[in-house]
């Protein structure tokens, strides 16, 4: 094997592919990382943010090595502070700032996050930090006030290909190749490493003899799993529609997918909490309570024990009543909000005679609220059926 994935790692900007509306021409971050080359300290923290395999470990190297900075580089998953704080030492009565990049920077605990608070603050250190996490779900509002965020997106084809025509220039097949490009760029899916991993492969298996795509694609079938389904999108969507249809087992099948997979379980919890408001609402409002709680247990907790707490949550809400009269509502509410804003009754806003005090008359009162048309369709199921008939009778529409 080669290794192609770091012989070809870019070595400074002019190498280094995607990310034009970035790094390109008058781009903000080129821009950026132009004006403070070979001025250590006028560098902004950052975090970088986009798929795998897009360049943002490459861009964190390529910028210490242009102003001559050590590297320190980690990785949240197995980061300890103590790591950090011996190596911080080695520089505390230097003039050197060492550039400290975190990669899986969400992976970090609050703790963690608040320790580089007065480094970032004091500017001790050069800091970048990468994710493919948005990190305005994922990092402390303390953190992201110290921070620069730019989002990296997938490499497109154009990229892909400019470096394969790099590597082969470099190392000729020798037998027929082109159905091997074509295959290849058809499931790069944007992520750089992947694709110079299966380019080695089949110039490996080139080297003997002429390279069958059934060979690739059992070795695709094995190596990656069902990552070559696009399964951030593809099956997250079938676990959030399979519990919208009530179908328990199919739902737990698609986590089973996502965490054999290595899907971030905070990712997977996130959209829980979101489908509990959007697809189950107040037909069982304590859904959300306790997709919330799994957001905040599997943030602690992490693999290989999250799995049954994601579980636990995935069954709950695959077997609650359905409505998403919530999600409705405030389409609804905010498509008419585009069209203009209504005038609110003064004795809403006004210290007022005319506005009716509810308490003053045993808990309601007919009074005029707003002009506008009925919103909220409540659906009969559930605790949502609980709640209209609690409505209904205070409003004396129905006799207790």
């Not at 690739?216 to 249809?245: F, P, T």
């Not at 054999?260 to 909490?273: D, H, K, S, T, W």
Request: glycine share 4%; with cysteine.
């Amino acid at each position: 094997m080669r290794n192609l994935a770091e012989q070809f790692r870019p070595k400074d900007l002019k190498d280094f592919i995607g990310q034009k509306h970035l790094l390109g021409k008058n781009a903000p971050l080129k821009i950026i990382v132009d004006s403070c080359r070979n001025q250590i300290g006028l560098m902004p923290h950052i975090v970088i943010f986009g798929p795998p395999g897009s360049g943002k470990t490459s861009l964190a190297r390529i910028i210490a090595r242009e102003n001559n900075q050590p590297f320190l580089e980690y990785n949240a998953t197995n980061f300890k502070l103590e790591t950090l704080k011996r190596d911080l030492a080695q520089y505390a009565h230097t003039l050197v700032k060492p550039l400290f990049f975190i990669d899986e920077i969400h992976r970090l605990n609050i703790a963690q996050q608040e320790f580089f608070l007065p480094l970032l603050e004091k500017n001790t250190i050069s800091f970048i930090g990468a994710s493919t996490e948005n990190p305005f779900f994922t990092l402390s509002a303390a953190l992201r006030s110290r921070l620069l965020l730019f989002e990296f997106k997938a490499l497109v084809q154009e990229d892909i290909e400019h470096l394969y025509e790099k590597v082969i220039k470099k190392y000729p097949p020798k037998h027929s190749f082109q159905h091997v490009k074509q295959w290849l760029l058809d499931r790069q899916q944007g992520d750089c490493r992947t694709f110079l991993q299966l380019l080695d492969i089949a110039l490996d298996i080139d080297s003997n003899h002429e390279v069958k795509l059934e060979m690739l694609q059992e070795i695709i079938k094995h190596s990656q799993g069902i990552r070559d389904k696009n399964i951030h999108y593809d099956y997250i969507s079938a676990l959030i529609k399979s519990i919208r249809g009530s179908d328990e087992n199919a739902a737990i099948y698609y986590l089973a997918c996502l965490i054999q997979a290595g899907e971030n379980p905070e990712f997977i919890a996130r959209r829980l909490v979101i489908l509990a408001s959007e697809d189950i609402g107040n037909a069982n409002p304590n859904a959300l309570n306790l997709s919330v709680s799994t957001m905040n247990a599997v943030s602690k907790i992490g693999y290989p024990e999250a799995r049954i707490i994601l579980a636990q949550c995935v069954i709950y809400l695959s077997c609650s009543p359905k409505s998403n009269s919530a999600y409705i509502a405030i389409n609804a509410a905010l498509e008419d909000t585009k069209k203009g804003i209504d005038e609110i009754p003064y004795y809403l806003y006004k210290n007022s005679k005319d506005y009716q005090y509810p308490h003053d008359f045993g808990g309601f009162v007919a009074q005029v609220y707003h002009k506008g048309k009925r919103y909220v369709q409540h659906k009969n199921m559930g605790f949502e059926k609980t709640l209209q008939e609690w409505l209904m009778r205070i409003k004396g529409l129905k006799k207790n």
